[in-house]
Protein backbone atom coordinates (compact mmCIF):
# COMPACT_ATOMS: atom_id res chain seq x y z
CA UNK A 1 0.00 0.00 0.00
CA UNK A 2 3.03 2.30 0.48
CA UNK A 3 3.99 1.41 -2.63
CA UNK A 4 0.63 2.19 -4.57
CA UNK A 5 0.07 5.57 -2.81
CA UNK A 6 3.79 6.96 -2.51
CA UNK A 7 5.67 4.78 -5.23
CA UNK A 8 5.47 7.58 -8.03
CA UNK A 9 5.84 11.23 -7.77
CA UNK A 10 2.78 12.61 -8.75
CA UNK A 11 0.61 9.97 -6.63
CA UNK A 12 2.62 11.32 -3.82
CA UNK A 13 2.12 14.31 -4.51
CA UNK A 14 -1.69 14.25 -4.69
CA UNK A 15 -1.75 11.69 -1.28
CA UNK A 16 -0.31 14.49 0.74
CA UNK A 17 -2.44 17.31 -0.96
CA UNK A 18 -5.32 15.00 0.12
CA UNK A 19 -4.21 14.50 3.58
CA UNK A 20 -3.03 18.34 4.19
CA UNK A 21 -6.62 18.77 3.09
CA UNK A 22 -8.28 16.59 5.45
CA UNK A 23 -6.02 18.65 8.41
CA UNK A 24 -6.91 22.09 7.49
CA UNK A 25 -10.50 21.12 6.87
CA UNK A 26 -10.94 19.60 10.38
CA UNK A 27 -8.88 22.81 12.46
CA UNK A 28 -10.23 25.05 10.27
CA UNK A 29 -13.76 23.87 10.09
CA UNK A 30 -14.76 21.51 12.90
CA UNK A 31 -17.75 19.81 12.88
CA UNK A 32 -21.01 21.04 13.57
CA UNK A 33 -23.10 20.00 16.80
CA UNK A 34 -26.39 18.17 15.82
CA UNK A 35 -28.99 21.17 15.76
CA UNK A 36 -31.33 19.00 17.61
CA UNK A 37 -30.34 17.55 20.97
CA UNK A 38 -32.83 14.53 20.15
CA UNK A 39 -30.42 13.36 17.53
CA UNK A 40 -27.47 11.68 19.83
CA UNK A 41 -30.56 9.90 21.33
CA UNK A 42 -31.54 8.52 18.53
CA UNK A 43 -28.04 7.81 17.27
CA UNK A 44 -27.87 5.68 20.39
CA UNK A 45 -31.01 3.48 20.05
CA UNK A 46 -29.63 2.73 16.79
CA UNK A 47 -26.01 1.69 18.35
CA UNK A 48 -27.95 -0.46 20.70
CA UNK A 49 -30.12 -2.34 18.15
CA UNK A 50 -26.81 -2.56 15.94
CA UNK A 51 -23.92 -3.79 18.72
CA UNK A 52 -27.04 -6.08 19.93
CA UNK A 53 -27.51 -7.44 16.55
CA UNK A 54 -23.56 -7.64 15.93
CA UNK A 55 -22.92 -9.51 18.96
CA UNK A 56 -26.10 -12.43 18.70
CA UNK A 57 -24.39 -12.95 15.02
CA UNK A 58 -20.90 -13.50 15.86
CA UNK A 59 -20.98 -14.51 19.54
CA UNK A 60 -24.14 -15.81 19.82
CA UNK A 61 -24.61 -18.25 16.95
CA UNK A 62 -22.89 -21.34 17.53
CA UNK A 63 -22.04 -22.30 13.54
CA UNK A 64 -21.15 -18.91 13.14
CA UNK A 65 -17.07 -19.54 13.82
CA UNK A 66 -17.23 -22.69 11.80
CA UNK A 67 -19.12 -20.78 8.92
CA UNK A 68 -16.28 -18.04 8.80
CA UNK A 69 -13.65 -20.21 9.14
CA UNK A 70 -15.23 -22.49 5.99
CA UNK A 71 -15.88 -19.52 4.14
CA UNK A 72 -13.79 -17.32 4.09
CA UNK A 73 -9.72 -17.72 3.47
CA UNK A 74 -9.04 -16.86 6.97
CA UNK A 75 -7.21 -20.42 8.16
CA UNK A 76 -4.75 -19.87 5.29
CA UNK A 77 -3.73 -16.63 6.13
CA UNK A 78 -1.87 -17.76 9.27
CA UNK A 79 0.15 -20.15 6.90
CA UNK A 80 1.35 -17.19 5.25
CA UNK A 81 3.96 -14.36 5.64
CA UNK A 82 1.85 -11.38 4.95
CA UNK A 83 1.83 -10.12 8.60
CA UNK A 84 3.86 -9.21 11.60
CA UNK A 85 2.22 -11.06 14.75
CA UNK A 86 0.32 -14.61 14.13
CA UNK A 87 -3.41 -14.10 13.61
CA UNK A 88 -4.64 -15.30 16.87
CA UNK A 89 -3.33 -13.85 19.88
CA UNK A 90 -3.94 -17.34 21.56
CA UNK A 91 -3.85 -21.02 19.29
CA UNK A 92 -6.97 -21.90 19.80
CA UNK A 93 -10.19 -19.66 20.90
CA UNK A 94 -13.19 -18.28 18.45
CA UNK A 95 -13.78 -14.69 17.80
CA UNK A 96 -12.19 -13.32 20.66
CA UNK A 97 -8.65 -14.81 20.22
CA UNK A 98 -8.53 -13.51 16.48
CA UNK A 99 -6.56 -10.24 15.28
CA UNK A 100 -8.67 -7.50 14.39
CA UNK A 101 -6.85 -7.44 11.02
CA UNK A 102 -6.82 -11.16 9.99
CA UNK A 103 -10.91 -10.52 10.64
CA UNK A 104 -11.54 -7.96 8.40
CA UNK A 105 -9.07 -8.87 6.06
CA UNK A 106 -10.76 -12.22 5.34
CA UNK A 107 -14.03 -10.92 5.22
CA UNK A 108 -12.83 -8.36 2.68
CA UNK A 109 -11.30 -11.21 0.55
CA UNK A 110 -14.59 -12.84 -0.03
CA UNK A 111 -16.16 -9.29 -0.67
CA UNK A 112 -18.73 -9.47 1.84
CA UNK A 113 -16.62 -6.59 3.85
CA UNK A 114 -18.90 -8.21 7.10
CA UNK A 115 -17.52 -6.32 10.17
CA UNK A 116 -17.80 -3.01 8.34
CA UNK A 117 -22.20 -3.21 8.08
CA UNK A 118 -22.76 -5.56 10.07
CA UNK A 119 -25.83 -4.69 12.20
CA UNK A 120 -26.52 -1.17 10.77
CA UNK A 121 -29.14 -2.10 8.98
CA UNK A 122 -30.68 -3.31 11.72
CA UNK A 123 -30.41 -0.60 13.49
CA UNK A 124 -31.59 1.90 11.20
CA UNK A 125 -34.53 -0.47 10.50
CA UNK A 126 -35.19 -0.11 14.00
CA UNK A 127 -35.72 3.57 13.97
CA UNK A 128 -37.41 3.66 11.05
CA UNK A 129 -39.92 1.30 11.95
CA UNK A 130 -40.33 3.83 14.83
CA UNK A 131 -41.67 6.54 12.61
CA UNK A 132 -38.08 8.25 13.02
CA UNK A 133 -37.61 7.72 8.88
CA UNK A 134 -37.85 12.05 8.10
CA UNK A 135 -35.75 12.11 11.37
CA UNK A 136 -33.32 10.27 9.76
CA UNK A 137 -33.17 12.30 6.68
CA UNK A 138 -33.21 15.30 8.44
CA UNK A 139 -30.19 14.20 10.55
CA UNK A 140 -28.38 13.10 6.99
CA UNK A 141 -29.30 16.68 5.58
CA UNK A 142 -28.15 18.69 8.65
CA UNK A 143 -25.64 16.77 10.55
CA UNK A 144 -22.03 16.50 8.72
CA UNK A 145 -21.08 13.71 11.46
CA UNK A 146 -24.71 11.81 10.71
CA UNK A 147 -23.95 12.29 6.65
CA UNK A 148 -20.29 10.94 6.90
CA UNK A 149 -20.84 7.95 8.77
CA UNK A 150 -23.64 6.88 6.63
CA UNK A 151 -21.88 7.64 3.10
CA UNK A 152 -18.88 5.57 4.69
CA UNK A 153 -21.35 2.28 5.03
CA UNK A 154 -22.86 3.21 1.96
CA UNK A 155 -19.55 3.11 -0.02
CA UNK A 156 -18.23 -0.22 1.84
CA UNK A 157 -21.55 -1.71 1.23
CA UNK A 158 -21.26 -0.66 -2.46
CA UNK A 159 -17.79 -2.71 -2.45
CA UNK A 160 -19.89 -5.61 -1.39
CA UNK A 161 -20.69 -8.82 -3.52
CA UNK A 162 -23.33 -10.56 -1.64
CA UNK A 163 -23.02 -13.08 -4.91
CA UNK A 164 -19.75 -13.17 -4.92
CA UNK A 165 -19.81 -14.15 -0.85
CA UNK A 166 -22.58 -16.98 -1.88
CA UNK A 167 -20.04 -18.56 -3.97
CA UNK A 168 -17.38 -18.57 -1.59
CA UNK A 169 -20.18 -20.47 0.62
CA UNK A 170 -21.56 -22.90 -2.69
CA UNK A 171 -17.74 -23.83 -3.32
CA UNK A 172 -16.69 -24.15 0.69
CA UNK A 173 -19.07 -24.72 2.63
CA UNK A 174 -20.83 -28.16 3.13
CA UNK A 175 -24.50 -28.44 2.58
CA UNK A 176 -26.61 -28.29 5.90
CA UNK A 177 -27.12 -25.76 8.31
CA UNK A 178 -24.14 -23.77 8.58
CA UNK A 179 -25.60 -22.07 4.91
CA UNK A 180 -28.27 -20.81 6.58
CA UNK A 181 -25.97 -18.64 8.68
CA UNK A 182 -24.92 -16.80 4.89
CA UNK A 183 -28.04 -16.77 3.57
CA UNK A 184 -28.86 -14.53 7.02
CA UNK A 185 -25.92 -12.54 6.39
CA UNK A 186 -26.77 -11.83 2.83
CA UNK A 187 -30.41 -11.07 3.91
CA UNK A 188 -28.72 -8.22 6.50
CA UNK A 189 -26.45 -7.08 3.72
CA UNK A 190 -29.66 -6.29 1.86
CA UNK A 191 -31.62 -4.53 4.44
CA UNK A 192 -28.11 -2.07 5.08
CA UNK A 193 -28.42 -1.32 1.49
CA UNK A 194 -32.26 -0.57 1.49
CA UNK A 195 -31.87 1.60 4.85
CA UNK A 196 -29.15 3.28 4.01
CA UNK A 197 -30.74 4.36 0.62
CA UNK A 198 -34.03 5.71 1.97
CA UNK A 199 -32.07 7.59 4.67
CA UNK A 200 -29.59 9.15 2.50
CA UNK A 201 -32.26 9.84 -0.46
CA UNK A 202 -29.49 8.39 -2.91
CA UNK A 203 -31.69 6.25 -5.76
CA UNK A 204 -28.18 3.72 -6.05
CA UNK A 205 -25.14 3.21 -3.77
CA UNK A 206 -22.80 5.78 -4.38
CA UNK A 207 -25.14 7.86 -6.63
CA UNK A 208 -23.88 11.54 -5.44
CA UNK A 209 -20.36 10.17 -5.49
CA UNK A 210 -19.70 9.19 -9.35
CA UNK A 211 -16.03 9.04 -9.44
CA UNK A 212 -16.14 6.30 -6.57
CA UNK A 213 -18.15 4.76 -8.66
CA UNK A 214 -15.90 4.66 -11.43
CA UNK A 215 -13.65 3.60 -9.16
CA UNK A 216 -15.29 1.04 -7.95
CA UNK A 217 -16.98 -0.64 -11.45
CA UNK A 218 -13.59 -0.17 -12.87
CA UNK A 219 -11.71 -2.72 -10.51
CA UNK A 220 -14.15 -5.49 -11.32
CA UNK A 221 -13.10 -6.52 -14.37
CA UNK A 222 -9.95 -7.74 -12.39
CA UNK A 223 -11.56 -8.59 -8.87
CA UNK A 224 -13.83 -10.84 -9.86
CA UNK A 225 -11.68 -13.49 -12.01
CA UNK A 226 -9.45 -13.04 -8.91
CA UNK A 227 -12.04 -13.95 -6.36
CA UNK A 228 -12.98 -16.94 -8.71
CA UNK A 229 -9.72 -18.24 -8.92
CA UNK A 230 -9.46 -18.14 -5.41
CA UNK A 231 -11.77 -19.95 -4.28
CA UNK A 232 -10.94 -22.47 -6.94
CA UNK A 233 -7.76 -22.77 -5.13
CA UNK A 234 -8.47 -23.23 -1.69
CA UNK A 235 -11.08 -25.51 -2.83
CA UNK A 236 -8.13 -27.65 -3.57
CA UNK A 237 -5.46 -26.12 -1.18
CA UNK A 238 -7.75 -27.89 1.38
CA UNK A 239 -7.95 -31.06 -0.14
CA UNK A 240 -3.88 -30.79 -0.54
CA UNK A 241 -2.39 -28.98 2.47
CA UNK A 242 1.10 -29.13 1.29
CA UNK A 243 0.80 -27.93 -1.83
CA UNK A 244 3.29 -25.17 -2.86
CA UNK A 245 2.20 -24.31 -5.64
CA UNK A 246 -1.53 -23.21 -4.57
CA UNK A 247 -0.55 -22.03 -1.57
CA UNK A 248 1.52 -19.56 -3.95
CA UNK A 249 -1.33 -18.98 -6.35
CA UNK A 250 -3.17 -18.08 -3.00
CA UNK A 251 -0.86 -15.37 -1.75
CA UNK A 252 -1.06 -13.97 -5.45
CA UNK A 253 -4.79 -13.86 -5.09
CA UNK A 254 -4.92 -12.60 -1.71
CA UNK A 255 -2.54 -9.32 -2.84
CA UNK A 256 -4.52 -8.98 -5.75
CA UNK A 257 -7.87 -8.78 -4.23
CA UNK A 258 -6.38 -6.54 -1.18
CA UNK A 259 -5.29 -4.11 -3.79
CA UNK A 260 -8.78 -4.24 -5.68
CA UNK A 261 -11.04 -3.68 -2.53
CA UNK A 262 -8.58 -0.92 -0.94
CA UNK A 263 -10.90 -1.28 2.17
CA UNK A 264 -7.17 0.65 4.22
CA UNK A 265 -8.67 4.29 4.73
CA UNK A 266 -7.86 6.08 1.50
CA UNK A 267 -11.26 5.64 0.14
CA UNK A 268 -12.60 6.52 3.52
CA UNK A 269 -10.60 9.78 3.86
CA UNK A 270 -11.82 11.02 -0.09
CA UNK A 271 -15.11 10.30 0.49
CA UNK A 272 -15.33 12.54 3.70
CA UNK A 273 -13.34 15.23 2.24
CA UNK A 274 -15.95 15.55 -1.01
CA UNK A 275 -18.42 17.61 -0.75
CA UNK A 276 -21.74 15.82 -1.64
CA UNK A 277 -22.28 17.12 -5.29
CA UNK A 278 -18.42 16.90 -6.17
CA UNK A 279 -17.63 14.13 -9.07
CA UNK A 280 -14.18 15.27 -9.59
CA UNK A 281 -11.97 15.58 -6.23
CA UNK A 282 -11.18 11.85 -6.43
CA UNK A 283 -10.39 11.43 -10.17
CA UNK A 284 -7.09 9.63 -9.84
CA UNK A 285 -4.17 10.83 -12.12
CA UNK A 286 -3.60 8.73 -15.64
CA UNK A 287 -0.38 6.95 -14.29
CA UNK A 288 -1.68 5.78 -11.04
CA UNK A 289 -5.01 3.98 -13.16
CA UNK A 290 -1.93 2.57 -15.45
CA UNK A 291 0.71 1.54 -12.74
CA UNK A 292 -2.78 -0.22 -10.84
CA UNK A 293 -3.91 -1.72 -14.06
CA UNK A 294 -0.67 -3.45 -15.06
CA UNK A 295 -0.09 -4.54 -11.33
CA UNK A 296 -2.85 -6.12 -11.35
CA UNK A 297 -2.62 -8.16 -14.94
CA UNK A 298 0.84 -9.43 -14.08
CA UNK A 299 -0.82 -10.74 -10.61
CA UNK A 300 -3.33 -12.32 -12.59
CA UNK A 301 -1.26 -13.92 -15.44
CA UNK A 302 0.99 -15.43 -12.91
CA UNK A 303 -1.83 -16.78 -10.87
CA UNK A 304 -2.90 -18.56 -14.02
CA UNK A 305 0.43 -19.45 -14.50
CA UNK A 306 0.99 -21.26 -11.60
CA UNK A 307 -2.71 -23.10 -12.19
CA UNK A 308 -2.09 -24.26 -15.49
CA UNK A 309 1.47 -25.21 -14.88
Known amino acids: MVQAKFGLPQTAV ?39 HYRRTVYEDPEFITYFHEATPQAELGHLNIGSRPAKRRPAGGIASLRAIPWVFAWTQTRLVLPAWLGVGTGLQAALDAGRGAELRAMYAEWPFFQSTVDLIEMVVAKADANMAKHYEEMLVPEGARRAVGAELRRELARTERCVLAVSRHSKLSAHNRSLRRLIESRLAYLNPMNMLQVEVLRRLRRDDDNRKLR ?28 RDSSSFDKPSGIEILSSSLERRHLFSLLVFNLLR
Open 248 to 275: DALLITINGIAAGMRNTGDDKLVLVLQT
Open 14 to 52: RRLEIYTTAVLLATLRPPHPPRDATWRRVMEEISRASCA
